[in-house]
């Protein structure tokens, strides 16, 4: 009885001590693999997943590799844009009632007893060298219209004085002129060839941060009825547009000029993703008349007011559609009148080219050969004629 209790004992106290070991080893080798999990440079990939694949996005699609490199064409492009800073002075009354329009309209000016002042106010934009001796494309907003010194802050931080060439404000395009050599220049770009969708880059100094460079898309072409100028054919872009990247560069991924950064469509005051650029190509006509004449001549068919014709428009003229431009308004002395248009006409055709909306067919005009004859298609109360006119220059027509 003894033995066998005491043999009991013994098989119960050898499986207990068994159990001990099992145990130990099992929390040995579970602290192993967790361990192994925990050091990446013990896992090796495997060997079915290529080398230059990156990982997936949660959607399953593969991320790219990296954005497109622009280092190289921005080394060469930021040395062709500039600082503008323009001092205006204008006369500002000293009368306490000189903003109260009632006070003004029975007693007037009252500069003569209360006398004026000078007032001064620097406007700050960027511009872009377009020649090695020194000629720069800015906006005439940034230059503003009663000029009294131009500074111009060039890349390698040098300030020098600068003078207007010449401005047109119909375009927003001025042209500035410092009188420095072997400056380094953006190369003028075709924006006709801009597609939608393409890399562009804007440089400027918005907020006076200078050379500063962002990205985007071309987002459209031809934007018109924005209200920055009289003549519109705008680049919009996402590209960061913000106040003091006037002026500046919009570069192709080229290293090409194809705009001139112009304005934004913002509710803040900052950038919004709608920004806007004058083409290249108009920018650049528009600075070589400036060269040539001082001024630009642009084409005119007479003193008529012309307006967009919207549905109600349409069918109180008879029109069938909105396409074209309405003539809203005329003066009995103009080309126009001579060649036999009248209010109420709605002009759909110019030379063979239809005419969209009443902006399409200001640029048109603006855009025709002076001294040369247009040909008008022309609708009046919904029956088509044709019209001759002569296209004068905008500084000599009848007045």
Do not use: C
Request: hydrophobic share 40%.
């Amino acid at each position: 009885m003894i033995k066998r209790t005491v043999l009991s004992l013994l098989l119960v106290l050898a499986g207990f001590i068994g159990g001990l070991v099992l145990t130990g080893r099992m929390r040995s080798a579970s602290e192993s693999r967790a361990a192994m999990r925990a050091l990446p440079e013990a896992v090796s990939p495997p060997e079915s997943t290529p080398a230059s694949m990156e990982p997936r996005a949660a959607t399953g699609a593969t991320l790219p590799a990296g954005g497109p490199d622009f280092t190289t064409v921005l080394a060469q492009a930021v040395k062709g844009v500039a600082n503008i800073s323009s001092l205006q002075v204008t006369r500002a009354p000293n009368s306490p009632f000189a903003n109260d329009p009632f006070f003004r309209y029975f007693f007037g000016d009252q500069d003569d007893l209360f006398g004026s002042r000078d007032r001064r106010s620097l406007s700050l934009g960027s511009g872009v060298i377009i020649s090695p001796d020194g000629y720069i494309v800015t906006n005439n907003h940034v230059v503003g219209e009663h000029v009294r010194e131009i500074t111009v802050a060039l890349p390698n931080k040098r300030e020098v004085r600068g003078r207007v060439i010449g401005t047109d404000q119909a375009t927003d395009i001025a042209l500035l002129k410092i009188d420095v050599s072997g400056l380094g220049v953006v190369p003028w770009g075709d924006s006709s060839q801009l597609k939608v969708g393409e890399w562009v880059l804007a440089i400027g100094s918005p907020f006076q941060l200078n050379q500063t460079v962002t990205a985007g898309i071309v987002s459209a072409t031809g934007r018109a009825n924005v209200g920055f100028a009289d003549y519109e054919d705008f680049i919009q872009t996402d590209a960061a547009i913000n106040p003091g990247n006037s002026g500046g560069a919009l570069i192709n991924a080229r290293g090409e000029l194809v705009g001139i950064n112009t304005g934004i469509f913002s509710q803040s005051g900052g950038y919004q993703g709608i920004g806007f650029a004058v083409p290249s190509n108009l920018a650049h006509r528009i600075v070589t008349e400036l060269m040539k004449y001082g001024e630009v001549r642009r084409g005119s068919i007479g003193r008529l007011k012309i307006e967009p014709l919207t549905e109600q428009l349409a069918s109180e003229v008879g029109a069938p559609n909105t396409k074209g431009a309405l003539v809203a308004q005329m003066w009995r002395n103009s080309e126009a009148f001579d060649a036999g248009l009248r209010p109420g006409d709605v002009i759909v055709a110019f030379n063979g080219q239809p005419v969209e909306d009443a902006s399409q067919l200001s640029r048109m005009v603006a855009d025709a050969k002076v001294g040369s004859t247009a040909t008008l298609r022309v609708l009046r109360n919904g029956r088509p004629f044709e019209a001759q006119l002569p296209i004068v220059s905008t500084s000599r027509q009848r007045r």
